[in-house]
């Protein structure tokens, strides 16, 4: 509900201080959402069955992401940005009631053994399979926060119409709303080590693909493989980080990855605009290479040891 007002304040925001203080209060409505919806699913899916139902919690907000740019890009060019942001508001109020309305309003219960010692259940927070998580994903948002801040920019400096750039959104979710369950599944039965490497690497390759001076055609063609590949890793990855979840923890890791995260795309969006001065591509170029060493980093025995360990490593903190 405090999302949907936010939305509605951008229609007659035009003070660049206020627009950034309703981002801000949009981050922090977001952040009180995410978490708690992805701790719930970690908390009802079978032990076997996380990825695969974090895939599909994915491909549901895939969904929203396939639906809205396109549909905001395309009101915006015909009758101004206002109707979009109603559309978009009266989304998230039909959330909230639907919240109010079908969700438990009850807490689980805390072990015996956290409220004896609650310093184990932050300890549990911080085992190495889950440094390991939180530290991809701070990485990996790096160049996604480079597509935040600079995107649409981007692709007018090329170019590209609004519908296009609306389109290039499109082309990026859609291939996450199908392969993001499979891949969670694919993950669940045969592992999150190969997913996850490959798929980083591949995703700082289309990074750098994004940096070169090439046809907004082209780059909606390079969005739509991005968005299959992301959906792999993401998948493969949350995973991993539900794998190495303790029980009992799920709402304080979900809220470590979900913070690690933010402020990985924080400082690419940050660094994103000092770049682009420089150079268009460079902030893409950069992000891509960060992205790539990252997961030829993944190769090393010492690292890929910790995929292996991440159930036993929870089984333990959780015991």
Request: with cysteine; glycine share 12%; hydrophobic share 55%.
């Amino acid at each position: 509900a405090g999302h949907a007002l936010v939305v509605i304040g951008y229609i007659n925001v035009h003070a660049p201080i206020l627009f950034l203080a309703l981002r801000a209060a949009e981050g922090v409505t977001a952040a009180a959402v995410i978490p708690p919806a992805r701790a719930m699913i970690n908390r009802l899916a079978p032990a076997s069955r996380q990825g695969e139902a974090l895939g599909l919690l994915s491909a549901a907000q895939e969904a929203g992401v396939l639906l809205g740019p396109a549909a905001g890009a395309f009101l915006a060019s015909q009758v101004g940005y206002a109707p979009s942001f109603i559309i978009g508001a009266s989304g998230l109020l039909l959330g909230a009631i639907a919240a109010f309305c079908c969700l438990p309003g009850d807490r689980p219960a805390a072990t015996a053994h956290n409220r004896q010692r609650p310093g184990l259940a932050a300890i549990g927070t911080f085992t190495r399979p889950l440094v390991l998580a939180y530290s991809l994903t701070g990485l990996i948002a790096l160049p996604h926060g480079v597509m935040m801040a600079l995107w649409s920019i981007y692709m007018l400096d090329r170019g590209a119409s609004l519908p296009l750039i609306g389109l290039t959104y499109t082309a990026a979710a859609l291939p996450g709303l199908f392969v993001a369950p499979l891949a969670g599944r694919w993950s669940d039965r045969y592992g999150r080590y190969w997913p996850i490497a490959l798929s980083t690497v591949a995703v700082g390759g289309i990074y750098i693909v994004y940096g070169l001076p090439l046809a907004p055609i082209v780059l909606l063609v390079t969005c739509a493989v991005e968005g299959l590949i992301t959906a792999v890793g993401r998948s493969a990855l949350d995973g991993l980080l539900a794998d190495a979840t303790p029980a009992g923890a799920q709402g304080r890791v979900q809220a470590n990855f979900a913070a690690v995260t933010a402020a990985g795309r924080l400082v690419g969006s940050a660094g994103a605009g000092l770049l682009y001065l420089l150079q268009p591509g460079a902030p893409f170029i950069v992000g891509g290479v960060i992205c790539t060493l990252t997961g030829l980093a993944l190769f090393l025995p010492a690292l890929a040891r910790l995929f292996a360990s991440a159930p036993v490593e929870a089984h333990t903190s959780a015991g």
